[in-house]
């Protein structure tokens, strides 16, 4: 089989591997879709924390049963998406079933080689069929799925003022499920063409350029003079994150879902005055898997418009530098394997 491996910073490379042999508990996959997300980018220009080289990356994932053990729940041809969060299942975190932030965490694809590859063996438990639903969709429930994760903890109520932070795949993600909480979002973005993208498919009017000058007094505007409730950074952005709080209003929260390499800095007399909630969201747990699938099946979230690229995998080695340029304009890169 064809495998794609990241063998440096800024170095891809295609290799001939074995089909992987299922040992107990697995479930043998032929990837059929696999979306791109920030980290994958992240990793191939090194900016990716909890990362080691070489690696197959790649963990949003569609594919179909062609292998199991007898004693599995799935058939061959099922069509399933992949939960790639592979948690100890005895830490205190899984005790607590918070499996999402397990302390020995292997993330497919971030700690341990993922899914650009034709065939992957993996935990039957971390399958999810999602009958009548595309392997487009398939492979898009994971990213949604981070937004969802990190909205629950927000805990919105309906016609609260929501700032969201970046307007790529997660904040977007983001944006919809605080949209379905009834939250009057906000958006904080600078790409003319994800401000487009928000405008047009999201319905979101209220748009906040980081670039402008007015931003505070365009902000109480928005809100009537109260500021948002709930700050969600999706930038992974160091500036971004550390000026987050200043957008806050007394007695919200700050949820961040984007990943820095850096440090948090703010104004302790800033952060304290406002007796904020600061709060990190990782990854997701099957409960956000399984509402992302609903809200897709019920039109809700309709994940084919996100598509902007369609890649083969045989020529994603040479097209993947492409996808950093300014004038990309990707929301959401697809890869067929088809």
């Known amino acids: 089989m064809k495998v794609l491996v990241c063998q440096s910073p800024g170095t891809f490379s295609y290799e001939e591997?074995?089909?992987?042999?299922?040992?107990q508990g697995q479930v043998l996959i032929q990837v059929k879709r696999i979306g791109i997300c920030?980290?994958?980018?992240?990793?191939?220009k090194g900016s990716q924390p909890y990362?080691?080289?070489?690696?197959?990356?790649?963990?949003e994932i569609a594919g179909v049963v062609i292998d199991h053990n007898d004693s599995s729940i799935y058939k061959n041809e099922d069509q399933i998406c992949l939960m790639p969060y592979f948690n100890c299942g005895v830490c205190i975190a899984c005790k607590n079933k918070k499996e999402n932030c397990c302390v020995a965490m292997q993330v497919f694809g971030v700690h341990i080689d993922g899914g650009m590859s034709e065939y992957i063996a993996v935990p039957e438990d971390k399958l999810i069929k999602a009958t009548g639903l595309s392997l487009d969709a398939l492979?898009?429930?994971e990213p949604f799925s981070i937004g969802a994760h990190g909205m629950s903890k927000a805990a919105i109520k309906k016609g609260e003022n929501v700032l969201i932070m970046g307007a790529g795949a997660i904040g977007l993600g983001a944006m919809e499920f605080a949209k379905i909480e009834g939250a009057n979002v906000i958006v904080m973005e600078m790409d003319p063409?994800?401000?487009?993208?928000v405008q047009t498919h999201l319905k979101i009017k209220n748009i906040l350029n980081p670039l402008e000058d007015n931003l505070l007094e365009q902000l109480q505007l928005m809100t009537n003079q109260e500021m948002p409730t709930v700050v969600v950074?999706?930038?992974?952005?160091q500036t971004a994150i550390n000026n987050g709080l200043q957008w806050l209003a007394h007695g919200g929260k700050y949820i961040l879902i984007g990943l820095q390499k850096g440090e948090l800095i703010f104004s302790h007399p800033e952060f304290h005055k406002r007796e904020t909630t600061l709060m990190s969201s990782r990854n997701a747990n099957r409960i956000d898997f399984e509402k992302v699938i609903e809200q897709m099946k019920i039109g809700k979230i309709q994940p084919e418009k996100y598509?902007?690229?369609?890649?083969?995998?045989?020529e994603l080695k040479n097209t993947f530098p492409s996808f950093y340029a300014p004038d990309a304009n990707s929301i959401k890169i697809m890869v067929e394997f088809d």
């Open 307 to 314: 598509i902007s690229h369609r890649i083969k995998f045989n």
């Open 193 to 197: 063409h994800r401000i487009d993208f």
């Open 17 to 23: 591997k074995p089909i992987p042999n299922l040992t």
């Open 233 to 237: 950074d999706a930038t992974g952005n």
């Open 38 to 44: 920030g980290t994958d980018l992240h990793a191939f």
């Open 51 to 59: 990362f080691n080289y070489p690696r197959i990356l790649g963990h």
């Open 139 to 141: 492979a898009m429930i």
